[in-house]
């Protein structure tokens, strides 16, 4: 355990020391900055919860920065080791494949967090600033949260494995960005397609998922599916880590 933690505050203080974190963190808040007003602006229009809610996670500006910000936070944890070098070291060491992963999943998803952190303010800002409007749904806002936290960590485990098959960040961001965009694109195959596209789109659109958590609704088939789904992937990353420490 000590050595995951070192190793997860070795790579978050990192992230703080360069510039990245602070152009990430100001596009990020640029885009739910806008994705808060749209969905005031909707709530405004038509006073009900859902309006609100589907418009803070469920926006086009919700999922531009889902689709960039993950791949930015993961691209130099593997593709940086590999650069200069040091990832022989620390498979030399005596520290598993596992517990590498792990650390670093662990690092991004804690920033992750932290990019949201500053949003939880908008209710309370809705509330002193926002006389017209009705009673914040916070039932319908948390589970929108939780939809967040949920897709946010399976999209940085894709974003952690791609950075691992290259020694560029920006190849490890493009990549991510390219990976995620597919798996964006299962929400534009329509309802009613027949085929196994269809239900390949129900079961895996993350746009799809976010309409329910948006609405209030945490359904427990959302659940399991992105944990194991996360979890496949970061397993994926492990087994991968592990044969490279073999040859």
């Known amino acids: 355990m000590?050595?995951?933690?070192?190793?997860?505050?070795?790579?978050?203080?990192?992230?703080?020391?360069?510039?990245?974190?602070?152009?990430?963190?100001?596009?990020?808040?640029?885009?739910?900055?806008?994705?808060?007003?749209?969905?005031?602006?909707?709530?405004?229009?038509?006073?009900?919860?859902?309006?609100?809610?589907?418009g803070l996670f469920g926006s086009v500006w919700y999922w531009l920065a889902m689709l960039v910000v993950t791949p930015l936070l993961a691209m130099r944890l593997f593709a940086e080791e590999n650069r200069t070098g040091t990832l022989e070291t620390l498979l030399?060491?005596?520290?598993t494949e596992t517990t590498i992963v792990l650390a670093k999943f662990a690092s991004a998803f804690s920033l992750f967090l932290l990019l949201w952190a500053p949003t939880l303010a908008y209710g309370f800002l809705l509330r002193h600033c926002g006389a017209q409007y009705p009673a914040m749904p916070w039932g319908w806002v948390a589970a929108g949260y939780f939809g967040t936290a949920l897709v946010g960590a399976f999209f940085l485990a894709i974003a952690l494995f791609c950075s691992l098959w290259t020694r560029h960040q920006m190849a490890a961001a493009m990549a991510g960005l390219g990976a995620l965009g597919i798996l964006l694109a299962l929400g534009f195959i329509p309802v009613h397609a027949s085929g196994i596209w269809s239900c390949v789109a129900q079961a895996a659109a993350p746009t799809r998922h976010m309409q329910d958590f948006a609405a209030g609704i945490v359904d427990?088939?959302?659940?399991?599916?992105?944990?194991?789904?996360?979890?496949?992937?970061?397993f994926m990353t492990i087994r991968v880590l592990e044969a490279r420490r073999l040859r």
């Open 92 to 95: 030399a060491a005596p520290v």
């Open 220 to 234: 427990t088939r959302h659940l399991i599916w992105y944990v194991s789904a996360t979890a496949l992937v970061l």
């Open 2 to 54: 000590k050595i995951f933690f070192h190793i997860w505050w070795r790579e978050v203080s990192a992230y703080f020391r360069t510039s990245m974190a602070y152009v990430t963190g100001f596009f990020f808040l640029a885009v739910a900055g806008f994705g808060f007003w749209n969905a005031t602006a909707r709530w405004a229009q038509a006073p009900s919860p859902g309006h609100f809610a589907n």
